[in-house]
């Protein structure tokens, strides 16, 4: 991606389901010039084929894994961290124990297990695309709102 000048800044995230099971989500998302989208949308999904099949070698886990404990330990730091863990105990019945063990669930993560996982979940046929481009120059303004009296 990064020899074709398709994206600087990619970001993914996983978003386990809460409101409704099995309605999780990952995401990857990216600034790119308006043109090059489609070319970084089929490399984005070449990448997710090629770790359904091949997953995560244990150098890239052992990246993440750092990396999620020194975010767990930031936001632990943090008021509104904490505000989601009461939201969560309140109305999920989520245990302090349970947020607490998380950093030791994710060092227990094996590279067997990631590859396993988003190879269950991760279905081609239920992925969606979504481009936001710029207004063409020259085209007119979508008008503004109306005042109703």
């Known amino acids: 991606r990064e020899a074709e000048g398709l994206v600087y800044g990619i970001q993914s995230n996983s978003q386990p389901a809460e409101a409704y099971k099995g309605w999780g989500v ?16 089929n490399r984005i999904f070449e990448l997710y084929d090629d770790f359904a099949t091949n997953g995560v070698t244990d150098e890239e886990l052992d990246v993440a894994k750092k990396q999620a404990a020194n975010d767990f330990d930031a936001n632990m730091k943090e008021p509104g961290f904490w505000s989601l863990i009461l939201t969560s105990q309140v109305y999920r019945g989520r245990k302090l124990d349970e947020v607490l063990g998380e950093p030791a669930g994710y060092q227990a993560l094996t590279p067997a297990f990631v590859k396993e996982t988003f190879a269950k979940y991760y279905k081609p046929e239920s992925r969606i695309w979504v481009v936001l481009k710029p207004k063409p120059q020259g085209e007119p303004s979508a008008p503004g709102p109306v005042r109703v009296k």
């Open 26 to 41: 990952f995401i990857s998302a990216a600034p790119t010039e308006p043109t090059k989208a489609d070319t970084l949308k």
